[in-house]
């Protein structure tokens, strides 16, 4: 079950449209998608980094990511022709609110917690 689109849908939906005064409800914000894009320039010819990569995408959003390729050598980044530049993952709908609803119930509150334990170290 996502809460967070339940959540939305029963009552940010409703607190949108009466406190602003919006006439039409399409125009309410929603989420369409999110992307994970991870940049590879900084990765030139070692294959390990990028296998780290896509697999922590992989464990990220439970599918397979794209990856994309240079179709031309650029110089300023120098990068050759057919090397991989960037991976990406597109999540839409039931996916989208899953991800979200893991990040907002599971990572965030554990990242605050390491956070305070490295500052009191600190």
Do not use: C
């Amino acid at each position: 079950m996502i809460y967070l689109n339940i959540w939305y849908n029963n009552i940010i939906r409703f607190d949108l449209l009466y406190k602003i005064n919006i006439l039409n409800s399409h125009s309410l914000p929603h989420i369409n998608k999110i992307v994970i894009n991870s940049n590879l320039n900084f990765v030139n010819a070692n294959h390990l980094d990028v296998l780290r990569l896509i697999t922590i995408i992989m464990l990220i959003t439970g599918q397979k990511p794209v990856l994309n390729k240079i179709y031309k050598s650029l110089n300023f980044i120098k990068n050759q022709k057919n090397s991989y530049i960037n991976i990406k993952k597109t999540l839409r709908k039931k996916l989208a609110f899953e991800l979200l609803n893991t990040l907002v119930l599971f990572v965030i509150p554990n990242l605050i917690k390491l956070l305070k334990q490295l500052l009191k170290l600190l």
